[in-house]
């Protein structure tokens, strides 16, 4: 069982930056491959990035790539999501996930989300 507590959302003007950050529970926090999606109001929840087990693969959505940066500290069971050049449209509820195989179809975990609001 893991459980995953986002935090460092909050309201920022385009242009900006943010840090989100995700705890994990459990001792096997390197047996997982960490990653974030985002729901916006009315929109189906999307993929936005994920790494690998020991950091050393990433895969991100094509509208963050060159914006977002994904990263994970295995010795304090964290995966991070450095935001900058944030855009209106990037305003949506980031949720952290995990799941033992690469860029499966379904999360096997899921945080309860962390609302980030980027204003024009």
């Known amino acids: 069982q893991v459980q995953l507590v986002e935090s460092g959302g909050g309201l920022v003007q385009a242009g900006g930056s943010l840090r989100l950050s995700c705890a994990a529970s459990g001792r096997t926090f390197s047996s997982y491959v960490l990653g974030w999606f985002r729901q916006a109001p009315g929109k189906e929840r999307e993929f936005v990035a994920a790494?690998?087990?020991?950091?050393?693969?990433?895969s991100y959505a094509d509208s963050v790539k060159g914006r977002f940066t994904i990263s994970r500290d295995n010795a304090k069971n964290t995966v991070y999501l450095q935001m900058n050049s944030l855009k209106s449209e990037d305003t949506a509820v980031y949720y952290c996930t995990a799941d033992r195989n690469w860029l499966p179809s379904l999360y096997e975990y899921w945080g309860q989300g962390t609302q980030v609001t980027v204003s024009s």
């Open positions: 790494i690998s087990w020991s950091g050393g693969r990433t």
